[in-house]
């Protein structure tokens, strides 16, 4: 150990010394927090929620919720997190006491890296810099008209995604889920980026290295502990690697489509939305608040925050219906027996079919319930000390939105461990606000401010996604290795054992 590093560590240890002590005399900061689990010196609840080895989302499911009930505080590190777990509180905070609740805690050196200081929608804070991202965003992406002028690029997507499961099902007699809806869904959100049909070489490496920048963002000890932080240089230097392999692979895309608005649609056939349609399109001209014109940093930053919000999130709702359409083959012929009703054997399922099937709606609806991809929404920040459920809030503290709970809660779902679509036609399901507003029974979007704003997306991608793939195929599990429910955390809550299964095609 370098001798710098030593004299960071003394300072870092003295400076922990007194903090500890005055975290113990004044309960670190102000009284009435939220009641939680007692901490150890100096890590709080750090130690307790290490040694679970799993991870956080399962102890707070598992074990914290029960216990501590509808709030309570977990002192990780340095780190104040308070936990919210009830419907009730989660409506107060997010819909009904909205703004107060909508910024975002502080960030990491690494995750300042990535985000070029919260210059992205999800980071930022709350006020005119996300207000003008989050509008531009909405306007030019996900407003009715652009959706439908894009179509044919998820037509695109969707018979390459076609053409590889069948290429995949002959070479090894099944098909890998995940990873094959990844690279379709990836290359999707490159081309309403980016306005370029890539090579399938290029999406893949995208998507690699924007995976491996979703994990390195993840929370990690700096940031329970920024104290210690200077200790962490090797980690600092690594993310620095991954964030110039992110600006080689994506830059040049940058380039090229600046050159193509420029010249006024001129290039090669890799440029196929005409100008304007492409989402950096709007973001070369945006003017933004504290920034000004944004550079090439903060567009590969901005683009590849929608890219892999929305890969990951679609991606693993698709495993997981397949999943239960698997287990479940008397689920799966009554949805493609719908499908036919609507566009026969040999057609094609567009855009406005699915919007018009009420089962496959419902199965969507229903994996949502049963496997919100984050069982979290991303962390939230107050914008000054309040109160909830009678606690204070510290403005300083990370409050996070256990979601998840509430989709299983028994008091509000009637057999809510059951994978049952039919709920959201008749029974308990049928008048649930998704968003939240009226009422808080399952957030797969969270709700509020913050909410997702490219909830209409990312459902028609899993809609469109899935009524294809059953149109084409019957899915089965593979002989002799019946898939299992497990799940584990990787940046979504996933399947811990990756779904295979073999497809039969339909005709
Ligand atoms: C099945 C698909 C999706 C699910 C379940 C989902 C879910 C979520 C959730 C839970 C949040 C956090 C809300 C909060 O912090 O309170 C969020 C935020 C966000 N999502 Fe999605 N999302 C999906 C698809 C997409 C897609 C396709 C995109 C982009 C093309 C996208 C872009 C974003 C952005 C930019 C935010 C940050 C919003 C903000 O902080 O103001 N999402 N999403």
Redesign the pocket.
């Known amino acids: 150990m370098a001798f710098t590093d030593l004299l960071i560590l003394f300072l870092a240890l003295l400076f922990l010394r007194f903090w500890w002590r005055y975290w113990s005399v004044t309960g670190g900061g102000p009284k009435n927090l939220p009641p939680g689990p007692a901490g150890w010196p100096i890590v709080g609840n750090l130690g307790q929620v290490i040694l679970q080895h799993r991870h956080f989302v399962f102890t707070v499911r598992d074990h914290l919720r029960a216990k501590y009930g509808p709030i309570f505080t977990m002192q990780m590190g340095q780190r104040t997190l308070v936990i919210v777990t009830s419907s009730e509180l989660i409506h107060e905070a ?1 819909v009904q006491r909205g703004p107060t609740f ?1 910024s ?1 805690p502080e960030d990491s050196p690494i995750r300042l890296l990535f985000s070029v200081g919260k210059c ?5 804070e709350y006020g005119p810099l ?1 207000r003008t ?2 509008r531009n ?1 909405v306007t030019e ?2 407003n009715p008209a652009r959706v439908k002028q894009c179509s044919w690029i998820r037509k695109w997507a969707l018979e390459n995604h076609m053409k590889r499961l069948r290429r995949e099902a002959s070479e090894k007699g099944f098909v890998e889920v995940l990873s094959n809806c990844r690279l379709t ?1 990836c290359s999707v ?1 490159i081309c ?2 980016f306005g370029a049909k890539i090579s399938e070489d290029e999406i893949k490496k995208i998507e690699s290295v924007l995976k491996d920048v979703m994990l390195i963002t993840l929370p990690k000890l700096p940031d329970f502990f920024p104290v210690l932080t200077p200790l962490f240089r090797k980690q600092l230097r690594q993310a620095k690697a991954l964030r110039n392999k992110q600006l080689e692979c994506l830059v040049p895309l940058v380039r090229k489509r600046k050159a193509f608005v420029e010249s006024g649609g001129n290039g090669g056939p890799e440029m196929a939305s005409p100008v304007g349609a492409a ?1 950096i399109d709007s973001l070369f001209g945006l003017d933004a608040p504290g920034r000004g014109k944004l550079g090439e940093e903060e567009l590969v930053t901005l683009c590849s ?3 892999n ?3 990951d ?2 991606a ?2 698709l495993e997981w219906a397949l999943l239960h359409l698997v287990l479940d083959q008397e689920i799966q012929e009554k949805l493609y027996k719908e499908i036919v009703e609507h566009v026969g054997k040999d057609g094609l399922v567009t855009e406005s079919d699915v919007e018009k099937m009420s089962y496959l709606g419902a199965v969507v609806k229903e994996t ?1 319930r049963r496997h ?3 069982h ?5 920040a107050v914008t000054e000390e309040t109160k909830l459920g009678g606690y204070t809030i510290p403005e300083n503290a990370s409050v996070e ?1 256990y ?1 998840a709970w509430v989709a299983e809660d028994p008091a509000l779902w009637d057999d809510p461990g059951k994978f049952r679509p039919e709920r959201f036609l008749v029974g308990d399901g049928v008048d649930v606000d998704v968003t939240g507003t009226r009422g808080v029974k399952m ?13 209409t ?3 028609l ?2 809609l469109l996604s899935l009524a294809r793939m059953v149109h084409a195929f019957k899915w089965l599990p593979v002989p002799g290795a019946p898939p299992s429910p497990a799940e584990t955390f990787a940046f ?1 809550v996933v399947m811990k054992y990756p779904l295979k299964a073999v497809i039969l095609p339909r005709v």
Do not use: K
Request: charged fraction near 10%.
């Open positions: 997010l909508a975002r992205a929608i999800n980071s930022a996300w991202l989050r965003f992406l996900i869904i959100l309403l980026c989402y925050e929608a890219i919000a929305g890969t999130t679609s693993t709702t949502f919100p991809p984050g979290f929404v991303l962390s939230h939105f979601t957030l797969p979007f969270g709700a509020g401010r913050r909410i997702c704003p490219a909830q997306l990312g459902t991608h899993v979504t």
